[in-house]
């Protein structure tokens, strides 16, 4: 395992964020229906009396509004938390100093002088890594940011990242991927274990996998909107792995199946950032932490997740 830069160390220490693609979200999350503005300051709220202060935004979330919501929700604490958001290269931003503009618009709406991370949302191949990368290394230069990561990156990509910013003494902080009990690809193609070794934060996002683990759904009463295509051939499978996340829940002691889910993701080595829509959510997903998985649970898990996703 390499060295921890000094710069990234604080990811490693954090065990849960909170993410944020929630606040604002009308597309795929029905921001507006069945929960408003005052529900998600109560999630951040819940979040943050409950240790979790990491918090995952990004300037596409609602078209902004995300990013403008946590900055009226960090008007009214007096704690400190931390932000990470994210630059989307959308083809016809492509070009020298779009990065650091953006992210000026997006302290601008946060109402923040500077960010702990900023990340790429996606790779594109219509920017070298190596300028996307210079990009990110003059945003920490100017001081907009604390620590640079990028999100949905394969390992090459990733590896590219890595090494374009070292030449600059840049450390590359983060990798933000899909990584849940339902998608363990960034487990099987070794991603997570090269992140492991360079010391970059493997944080995982759709840890619910978009609530399905948290058993409210089924094939018979799917999730609303966009989620129930994109999940109808697993919906009807996921009884045996929920029927073992169940008694794990109950040994220790009646953890909730969305508990035994975030739990699995901390103990893989991973940083998840459940979203959550309200207090309650946030409350629940709290209760992922303070406790562990043993290696046989932990094993039991990925046997039925392999059975039910392979
Ligand atoms: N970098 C990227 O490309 C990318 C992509 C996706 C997400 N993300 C980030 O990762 C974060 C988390 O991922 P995600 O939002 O896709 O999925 P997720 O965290 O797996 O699921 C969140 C959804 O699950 C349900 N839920 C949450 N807590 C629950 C609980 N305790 N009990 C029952 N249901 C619960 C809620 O939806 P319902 O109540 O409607 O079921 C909530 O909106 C996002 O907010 C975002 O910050 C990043």
Not at 24 to 42: F, L
Not at 141 to 152: A, H, W
Not at 235 to 255: S, V
Not at 285 to 297: K, M, S
Request: glycine share 10%.
């Amino acid at each position: 395992m390499a060295e921890i830069s000094s710069e990234t160390r604080f990811l490693h220490a954090i065990e849960m964020g909170l993410g944020a693609w929630q606040w604002g979200d009308r597309i795929v999350w029905q921001y507006g229906h069945g929960y408003s503005s005052s529900d998600v300051q109560q999630a951040f709220l819940a979040s943050l009396n409950e240790g979790i202060r990491f918090i995952d935004t990004a300037e596409i979330y609602g078209n902004g509004r995300s990013e403008q919501l946590l900055g009226q929700f960090l008007k009214e604490i007096d704690q400190p938390v931390l932000i990470a958001t994210k630059f989307l290269p959308f083809p016809w931003r492509l070009f020298k100093g779009t990065l650091p503009r953006a992210l000026k618009a997006s302290l601008g709406r946060l109402g923040a002088e500077s960010v702990d991370l900023y990340q790429i949302h996606w790779p594109t191949p219509l920017m070298s890594i190596d300028t996307m990368m210079e990009e990110l290394a003059e945003c920490v230069k100017s001081g907009m940011t604390r620590t640079v990561g990028i999100s949905n990156f394969g390992q090459s990509r990733m590896l590219a990242a890595y090494s374009a910013l070292a030449r600059r003494n840049v450390p590359l902080a983060s990798n933000q991927v899909h990584y849940s009990l339902l998608n363990r690809a960034v487990e099987k193609n070794g991603t997570l274990a090269r992140c492991k070794e360079l010391g970059i934060r493997l944080i995982a996002y759709s840890p619910i996998e978009m609530g399905l683990l948290s058993g409210k759904y089924s094939a018979d009463s799917p999730p609303p909107g966009a989620r129930a295509r994109n999940y109808t051939g697993l919906l009807p499978k996921l009884g045996p792995l929920l029927k073992l996340m169940t008694e794990i829940g109950q040994d220790h002691g009646g953890k909730s199946h969305t508990q035994v889910a975030l739990n699995w993701v901390i103990c893989k080595g991973a940083l998840p950032i459940p979203g959550a829509k309200n207090a309650a959510q946030a409350q629940e997903n709290a209760g992922g932490l303070g406790w562990r998985l043993t290696e046989d649970e932990v094993a039991r898990l990925d046997q039925v997740s392999d059975t039910v996703t392979g």
